[in-house]
Every structure is written in C-alpha cells, then in structure tokens.
C-alpha cells in the first residue's frame, strides 16, 4: 500500500465522513468500556479521522484526548470540532508524543496500516506501565471484510482474525478480550511489565 494513496483516499472521504457514518451506540460503549475507557486518563486515538469516538471519550471524562490521523483533511474536520482535543497529522508508525498514554485505541483503521507489527511495537513504546491497547471495529470481520472489498481494497489489508491478532499483540501485550462475533471485532491487552 501506498501511503500517499492513503492519504488521497481519505482526504476525498473527509467532507463526507460524518454523514456516512453509521454508529451502533450499544457496541460503542463495550468497545469504550473493555478498551478501559474511563475517567482521568490520557487517550491517544490512532487514525481518529474527523474525530468520531472523542464525545465519548469526553462524556467519559477523560483526562486527555490526543488523536492522530495521516489524512491532512480528517484532521482539520476533527480539529474545527473538538478545540479540547490535541489532533496530529502524522504517521502513527514514527511520530513522537510529548506524554505516555494510559490507552491506545484504533477504531475501524487497523487494516489501513500497511506494516501492522511495525504499529504495534511502536504504540507498545506509546503506552504506560499496565496501559491498555485496543483494536477494535464496530461490526463483525465478515462486514468489514465485504464493507472493504470495493474501493477500499487498495487501502487496506484484510483485517486478520481475532486470534491471530492476538497472537501478533503477545510479545508487548497480555490479551485479555478477544471478540469476533456477528456484532462487534474487538483484540485488547494490557502492556507488558519489562520483567514479564
């Protein structure tokens, strides 16, 4: 994958993104409450795009959000909406943050990342001592995997299963929710401690 066709792709959705978006309110809050989403904590938010789970996250009330989006377009939609948001246009894979975060989550992205066990250790290095990382998506893999059998196919990889995500998070993470059913996709694990 080519990541300036990447960016392309979503700066072209970024005026849309909004209005095509379709929430499961009662997924959301799972994903929100197994990816540890909770009062005073610091939340990095990897390829946020226009912003789409910060009111959560602030409903929640959430210490921090930072957001981090490759798409220039995204960023600017999610920073005009959310001024108490830190959104940064870069690549999650190499930027660098001024904080550790408490949690890391990719919502409806992970497959957009052209070298996932690149994201993984990178983001491992993002997080606290204990802190939890989470990829998640708010509909089953067979939905995904068809929802992205069109247009999206040139940007994205076929998101793996569950398990084998899992598997792929072991060496910086104890997983401890794996869920791949006909409503929801969700891999989440604690931060190794250095002695473990």
Excluded at 9 to 19: I, M, T, Y
């Amino acid at each position: 994958m080519d990541k300036h066709e990447i960016i392309s792709f979503f700066d072209s959705l970024a005026p849309f993104w909004d209005e095509d978006m379709i929430r499961n309110e009662e997924v959301i809050s799972e994903i929100l409450d197994k990816g540890g989403i909770c009062e005073g904590i610091h939340v990095l938010d990897v390829a946020c795009g226009t912003g789409v789970l910060f009111p959560d996250y602030f409903s929640r009330n959430v210490a921090s959000v930072t957001g981090i989006d490759i798409s220039p377009e995204m960023v600017k939609i999610a920073r005009s909406k959310f001024p108490a948001a830190r959104v940064i246009c870069d690549d999650a894979c190499t930027a660098s943050f001024e904080r550790q975060f408490d949690v890391v989550m990719i919502y409806n992205a992970f497959p957009h990342f052209s070298q996932p066990e690149k994201l993984i250790e990178a983001l491992a290095a993002k997080l606290c001592r204990g802190g939890r990382f989470s990829v998640a998506h708010g509909m089953s893999r067979e939905e995904f995997l068809s929802h992205h059998a069109g247009r999206a196919s040139k940007v994205s990889l076929p998101l793996p299963q569950a398990e084998e995500l899992a598997e792929k998070l072991s060496p910086w993470f104890d997983v401890d929710v794996v869920i791949s059913d006909e409503k929801m996709y969700l891999v989440s694990g604690t931060k190794k401690l250095a002695d473990d």
